[in-house]
């Protein structure tokens, strides 16, 4: 049985007037953690976070190494029209526009891991977030 018309994609069905709904993960720095729930708190919307404190943004090079940075994790579900609201309401707080990740949210529920390609010219293959850091190690594979 399907809760969904078969002729729309999987997209379509998690979608409104305010866009597809994604989720949005923002790295950060135990110690500015506090700042950036302040930040949340002033959107124009609700916000329930999921924090993750033993998380990691892992980068990985070409020659297969790989550099895991400690970090904490914050997600939140939230409709592709308001990622730009949250993105502004970052930069204005004084936060690299790079500490926000926005992956589609059935993209989010069904993948492993989300591998993000590098910028041209960056020296680095992928990188991507572990919401637990020491659960088990995932090998990035292009």
Not at 12 to 36: K, P, Y
Not at 52 to 80: I, W
Not at 116 to 122: D, L, M, T, V
């Amino acid at each position: 049985m399907s809760v969904r018309p078969e002729s729309l994609p999987d997209a379509a069905c998690l979608a409104t007037s305010e866009g597809a709904l994604i989720s949005i993960s923002i790295a950060v720095d135990a110690q500015h953690l506090e700042a950036l729930l302040e930040v949340l708190a002033e959107l124009e919307f609700p916000v329930n976070p999921q924090i993750y404190h033993d998380a990691a943004v892992v980068t990985c090079y070409p020659d297969g190494q790989e550099e895991r940075q400690s970090t904490t994790l914050v997600e939140f579900p939230a409709y592709s029209g308001r990622a730009v609201e949250v993105r502004g309401a970052l930069e204005r707080r004084g936060f690299s526009p790079d500490c926000m990740e926005v992956v589609g949210m059935l993209e989010d529920i069904q993948a492993v891991g989300h591998s993000r390609p590098a910028p041209e010219g960056s020296g680095y293959a992928a990188r991507y977030r572990v919401k637990m850091a020491h659960a088990g190690r995932t090998v990035y594979q292009p």
